[in-house]
Nanobody, 117 residues
């Protein structure tokens, strides 16, 4: 089992920055990739950024150049640094962990990010 707890969401003006954190616990050694996803009202959940166990990253086109995913293995934490925020970035942001061995996806409870214009 893997547990994920997100934090760092909030209200920010357009152009501002926020850093989301995802604290991991449990069977962390099994994790193959971590990701941040988001879901806006009335829309499907979408991938924002992914980082693999090897450190490779991938970003949605809409956030590339503005968001950065990173991890601190010593703190068992994954971060999403969000700069130059836009109103369309408003959503609930979820942390995700993928365990290939068991074909399991784990999700956090989500954290609200609201960007005002």
């Amino acid at each position: 089992q893997v547990q994920l707890v997100e934090s760092g969401g909030g209200l920010v003006q357009a152009g501002g920055s926020l850093r989301l954190s995802c604290a991991l616990s449990g069977s962390i050694f099994r994790i193959n990739a971590m990701g941040w996803y988001r879901q806006a009202p009335g829309k499907q959940r979408e991938m924002v950024a992914i980082i693999t166990s090897g450190g490779n990253t991938n970003y949605a086109a809409s956030v590339k150049g503005r968001f950065t995913i990173s991890r601190d293995n010593a703190k068992n934490t994954v971060y999403l640094q969000m700069n130059s925020l836009k109103p369309e970035d408003t959503a609930v942001y979820y942390c995700n962990a993928a365990v290939t061995l068991t074909a399991t996806l784990y999700w956090g409870q989500g954290t609200q990010v609201t960007v005002s214009s």
